[in-house]
């Protein structure tokens, strides 16, 4: 696509990104007397939506369809999307052995009809599956079949989809979308690595659920795990996300906060970008990481958390 098809994309962008919350606006539905009031508060915002799962659910599909309205081309987008794909094919392979229907753990945006997926995995006909998702599906299916271990095909299907999102980068050849995926990627195998250090998973387990990511080799993140956690985060240390071994030092859930705030500070420079896919991408994450807050202070508000805790725990926002 030629530069100037996105002229009108990142003007109609601009326009959007002023209705981004800010810190205040969090910081005063933090403050909300009860949950009730947080809703009221929201809806005076904008959203339509009076409970938070339908309103927090829908916004994001919303912004997708958004994104596929006004993008001259929106399979760049892809990789910030293909995750829910992912997990609408775990949904639909754990169906075939629990046999719970898998609608009500499909996340939506998605790049394909997770439906068609749940019809080609029903039929265990993974043609019928779209061709990105044909050979994993396969796999997955073989894997919990054979061994009925929930987790191992979980981090199967995640290798997948990092490789997915890799070789869609690759294709891309916009040097700051290209750098984000490739840290997006990096970031999700660390996180993978860390998890599997602390439970003690094998080799087996860890030679299925690593890849070779930008900055990682799948070799040094196994040998450095099978060292044990202390030396993994040593590891970490000494590479560009040395940050992370820090911040998982406090807890899990700091180092995946510490994760995003990673990528969304890389987002600050396309709002010196006027034509190009940057600032559309820039408003999906800073969007996704809006909602990721909101279901952080709404929850927090709910169960009467001290506002200090639920502060710590928030997101980078748009500024």
Not at 85 to 114: G, Q, R, W
Not at 126 to 140: I, M, V, Y
Request: hydrophobic residues 40%.
């Amino acid at each position: 696509m030629k530069q100037k098809s996105y002229a009108f994309a990142v003007a109609s962008v601009r326009t959007n990104e002023i209705k981004l919350l800010s810190f205040a606006d969090m910081e005063q539905l933090l403050m909300a007397k009860s949950y009730e009031d947080a809703l009221t508060s929201l809806k005076a915002r904008g959203f339509s939506e009076n409970d938070e799962g339908g309103l927090l659910k829908d916004e994001m599909g919303k912004v997708w369809e958004y994104i596929k309205e006004i993008a001259p081309d929106e399979t760049i987008f892809y990789p910030f999307i293909i995750k829910n794909d992912f997990h609408n094919l775990k949904a639909c392979i754990k169906s075939s052995v629990t046999k719970i229907e898998p609608e009500k753990y499909f996340l939506s945006p998605s790049v394909f009809d997770p439906f068609k997926i749940k019809e080609g995995v029903q039929n265990k006909n993974f043609d019928l599956l779209p061709k990105e998702l044909q050979e994993c599906a396969h796999e997955a299916y073989d894997l919990l079949i054979r061994t009925m271990d929930g987790q191992l095909v979980d981090v199967l299907i995640d290798s997948y989809m990092l490789c997915f999102m890799l070789n869609k980068a690759n294709e891309i050849e916009n040097d700051f979308v290209k750098s984000l995926i490739f840290d997006i990627c990096d970031l999700t195998n660390l996180k993978i690595a860390l998890r599997c250090t602390k439970l003690g998973k094998n080799m087996d387990f860890l030679n299925r659920a690593l890849i070779d990511s930008p900055t990682f080799t799948k070799e040094e993140l196994i040998k450095n795990s099978l060292a044990g956690l202390s030396q993994f985060l040593s590891y970490i240390r000494e590479s560009k996300f040395s940050g992370a071994a820090q911040a998982f030092e406090v807890s899990m859930s700091n180092f995946e906060k510490w994760c995003d705030n990673y990528c969304l500070e890389k987002l600050e420079a396309a709002k010196f970008i006027f034509m190009g896919p940057e600032p559309i991408v820039a408003y999906l994450l800073y969007k996704e990481a809006e909602i990721k807050n909101l279901r952080i202070v709404l929850s927090g508000v709910q169960n009467k958390l001290d506002p200090d805790a639920i502060r710590e725990k928030l997101r980078r926002l748009y500024v």
